[in-house]
Each structure stands twice: as C-alpha cells, then as structure tokens.
C-alpha cells in the first residue's frame, strides 16, 4: 500500500550479503528477511545489474553458518516461478511460508485492490507443493470486509480446506482513515463479524492440531532460542516449519541447533526430547567478514573495490 507506506526500496545486494556475514560470524544460524513485499526485491549489483529475490535467496543460502531462511512478507502478484524453483535446490529455506490472501472470495479481492483472484492464488500453492511437498502454508485473513455476503465468507473457508492452512493472522475489518475501503457502507453486525472470525480460526486451529499430531514422535531439527516461556529450567526452540518445542537441556545450547523427538502435542507447542546437541551434526563452519571480503574483492580499471559472493 504506497499510500501508507511509502514506495518499495531494495537495498544494495552487496550491503544485504556482507550484513548477513557479519550475523553468520556473531552466531547467527538463521535469518528473517524483511520487506514491504519481500519477493518484490530487486537489488543493485555493483556491475550495474539487479538481482532478483530468487537470486538472493541463493546467494544467502552460500554463506557459512546460516543454515536456515525465512522471509516475509510476500505477496501473491510477485510469487513468481523463479522464487517456487528455489524450494527444490536449497533446502536452508525453510519449510514454511507466510503468504497473505485476505479472503477467498474473488468479489471481496477486487474490493480490497488484490490484484489475484483465489484459484490464481490456490496455483501458487500447487506449484509450492510440487517443489517442496512438507511445506506448510499460514496466511492473513479479514472478515467482516464492507459488503461481505455469507456466501463470500463461505468462499473463504472453501479456501482455508483447500489449502489447508497450518497458521492464520485473522482480523475482523477496522476502516483506516484515507483508504477507499474507510467510506464504504458495511450493514454487518459486530456479532456476525464475530461469529465468523470465530469460525476461521477454529477451523485453521483444527487444521494446525492435525498437522502437530503428525509430527508426534519424528525427529525435528530446532534452533534453541531462549528458556521456556512455560518452564524457565527448559529451554525452547523452534522448528523449520515454525512450531514452538520446549525441552529439557543445558542452557549453553542457546543459539544452537538441536535434534530432538516429539514426545507430546499441545495447541499452541509440541514437547521434545534432547536426541543430539550441534557438536554431533556436520554443519557449517562461519566464515568472517574479513575473510570474506578478502574472498570476494574485486576491482574495477579504476581501483574501485565491489565484493561480491
């Protein structure tokens, strides 16, 4: 939305690698990247071409000690087949991806300006599961939008079944001074807008419990974040497909990446059991900035160094 939020900026492809090095080389295992519209991105490279976020992608997934990406949040209109083709050959991207819809009513797109309609949206999907058939899918969703019919509603949870989300942001629609959407009449009762917010996120609950009790007893690779929020002598972590596991394990295991077996299921966290610590696992060693800037200088006729992976 530029009218909120300003016109979409990519920065430098080199400043983005270079700053995700000195992250490898702190500790960091895993990186979020951000935007407005983050498969938008087109970023200068320093021979004066643009690197595409698929591109990046591949880039990230080069540097030593990050072995995990996420990245939100996209939009559907820029989901292009370069980014899905990413998910079949790099596998430090995560299983996970947070891809907003809003409704599945096609009425309802058109009156929001989403430029896609659902069963374009739901052949996005396909094409995802084709490249990396685990992937789990969340997603944003507003009810009570000015004009929404019961059969408009209806259409969005058709699409919540097809799709089969695990995770949902869910809103009933409050009017933002300034856009198109703030003059519209809406003749919707609060407590219809309710009970239909009600039911989105009841039937996504029961979709993300099925999908938890399949994880009962695999074993999960995880990334220690921090103590347990439940138990402050447990530790938590979290798994590529973006569950919460609390554990029993030593608190220098923190910022690290874990084994463990999922012995319990609850609605909002799974239970594990430690399996193996990262000095067990071959991963990655960090590689520094300083010796990646020595590994990847170049310069120009002028002497005007650019580094590039």
Known sequence: MPYTRGEEVSRPMDDVLF???QLAEQGVREVNLLGQNVNAYRGATHDGGICSFAELLRLVATIDGI??????TSHPLEFTDDIIAVYEDTPELVSFLHLPVQSGSDRILTMMKRPHTAIEYKSIIRKLRKARPDIQISSDFIVGFPGETDKDFQDTMKLIRDVDFDMSFSFI???RPGTPAA???????????KERLYELQQQINSQAMRYSRLMLGTEQR???????????????????NNRVVNFEGSPDLIG???DVKIVDVFPNSLRGELLR???????????SPSEMKAKTRREDELGVATFTP
């Open 19 to 21: 700053e995700i090095a």
């Open 67 to 72: 072995d995990r990406i996420r990245f939100t």
């Open 173 to 175: 629609f409050s009017p």
């Open 183 to 193: 003059d519209y009449p809406c003749d919707l009762s609060e407590e219809v807008k």
């Open 222 to 240: 995880i990334l220690v974040e921090g103590p347990s929020k439940k138990d402050l002598m447990e530790l938590r972590g979290r798994t590529e």
């Open 256 to 258: 690290q990446f874990v």
């Open 277 to 287: 610590t990262e000095q067990e696992m071959n991963l990655r060693i960090a590689t």
